[in-house]
Structure formats: structure tokens, C-alpha cells
């Protein structure tokens, strides 16, 4: 039922800048927190953003913060996270997920977007 689509991921240099979006369906997409969270290569999963139902509040992990901006148009049932200043560390696939926000639990996912950031 629920359905969330990632897009945007590709091959980025050093300090480059990237927007990736998630198409969301299946639900009502305003009654939900979404986040981003995303998994380097021989890594676990790393919470990345969360917004809240109507953009509201947003939380960023530490390294993210004034490089990552996450927002929402709920119009368009779209979710995105604009990235800048992306360092090699930033490379993962990144999973758009729908959370209950309250304990930062996922309760759905999609098959997530490679980012590659690499010179």
C-alpha cells in the first residue's frame, strides 16, 4: 500500500550540492513526520533529517546541520533534501522513510538513492 520513491541520487564531487526527492503515495502524506536516513558502505543506518507534519519542526544530526536542509510540499505529496557542501563522508544510498515522530520510529521505507560523492 504505502509507496515511497526515492530519486535525485547520482555521482557528485567534493563540495558539490544535490537535491534528492521522495514521491510518496499509499497514505495521507500530511498526517505523517518523514525523515531521511541513509546508509554508508559497511555501515549501519544513520538518521539523517525529520520533519514534522507540516514542516513545522525539523531535526538534523550534528554532522548535517547548515549543509542539509530537509522540506516537504504536501500539495504534491513530495519530500526532499537539499544537500550542500558534500563531503566523501556523505556517501550512502539515503532511504526516505515514514516515522511516527514522536519516538523516531520508521514505519515504511523505499528502496532508497545512491549518492557517491567522489572526485
Partial sequence: ???LVESGGTLVQPGGSLRLSCAAS???????AMAW???APGKGLEWVS???WNGGYTYYAQSMKDRFTISRENAKNMLYLQMSSLKSEDTAVYYCAKIRDDIKYVTSWGQGTQVTVSS
Avoid at 499509499?26 to 505523517?32: E, I, P, R, S, V
Fill in 1 to 3: 500500500e504505502v509507496q
Fill in 26 to 32: 499509499g497514505f495521507t502524506f500530511d498526517d505523517y
Fill in 37 to 39: 536516513v541513509r546508509q
Fill in 50 to 52: 525529520d520533519i514534522s
